[in-house]
Each structure stands twice: as structure tokens, then as C-alpha cells.
């Protein structure tokens, strides 16, 4: 089983090669003009700093909600604390997805490689959270 987690990591790892970012056409397309504007929009840091500080402050939110005495009704706290359980799970799920597609593009695969290192490393996050349940 060891083998068959650290096998697909090897494999990537070994190829070494670097992807050549697609050259930019310029047309005159609507579509092409508005993915160009999200492209840039989705590189700027000030982006990124913003969204992490809205999730955390979501998730912060979320919690002291669940577990403070706010007067919401009786099935509303466990609900809620669940659900923060359940987005933070998606999250780190998701970056490791992202984690394992990237990495695997930018070593010079294509996008099929790419998604199927990142199902294969969701999929390994989802186990560990089997393995975990059954063992607690």
C-alpha cells in the first residue's frame, strides 16, 4: 500500500521537465478578453490576502456562533458546527487537489495528468478521514 501511495508522487517528481506557458493571442473575442481580465484579477496577492482573511473571519464567525449562548434555537448549534466542519474539510481538500494538480502540470503533463494526481490525492485525504473514524 506504501508503494502505491508514493508511486504516483515518484512518477511526477521524475519527469522534471518545465511547461512552456501557452503563447497569448490577442483576438478580439469577449470571452477570451474577460478570461484574460480574470486571469489577472486571480494573480494579484492583494486578491488572495483578501480572501484568506474572509474565510478565516467566516469560519471564526462561524464557530464562536455555534458555541456561544446567542439565543438561536435548540438544532441550530450542532448544525452549524458541523457545517464549519465540513467547509474546512472542503478547503483543505480542495488545496490539496490544487496542490497535486499544479505540481503535476508544471512538471510538463497535461491537464488529464493533472486532474488524475489531484482525484488521487482528494482521494487519499478522503481515506485518511475513513481510517481516522474507524479508528476513533
Known amino acids: 500500500m ?10 511526477v517528481a521524475r519527469i522534471g521537465g518545465q511547461r512552456t506557458p501557452p503563447r497569448e493571442e490577442e483576438s478580439g473575442d469577449g470571452y477570451d478578453a474577460a478570461v484574460r481580465r480574470l486571469r489577472a484579477i486571480v494573480r494579484t496577492p492583494a486578491v488572495w490576502s483578501v480572501a484568506f482573511v474572509v474565510i478565516t473571519v467566516g469560519v471564526g464567525a462561524l464557530v464562536v ?7 438561536l434555537p ?23 487537489f490544487l496542490g497535486a494538480y499544479f505540481g503535476t502540470r508544471g ?16 482521494g487519499l485525504v478522503f481515506l485518511v478521514l475513513i481510517v481516522v473514524t474507524l479508528l476513533t
Open 65 to 71: 456562533l455555534a458555541v456561544g449562548d446567542f439565543g
Open 107 to 122: 512538471r510538463g503533463l497535461g491537464n488529464a495528468h493533472g486532474i488524475a494526481a489531484g482525484s488521487f490525492a482528494a
Open 74 to 96: 435548540e438544532g441550530t448549534a450542532p448544525l452549524l458546527l458541523n457545517a464549519v466542519y465540513g467547509l474546512v474539510g472542503l478547503l483543505i481538500t480542495g488545496f490539496v
Open 2 to 11: 506504501g508503494l502505491l501511495v508514493i508511486a504516483p508522487f515518484v512518477a
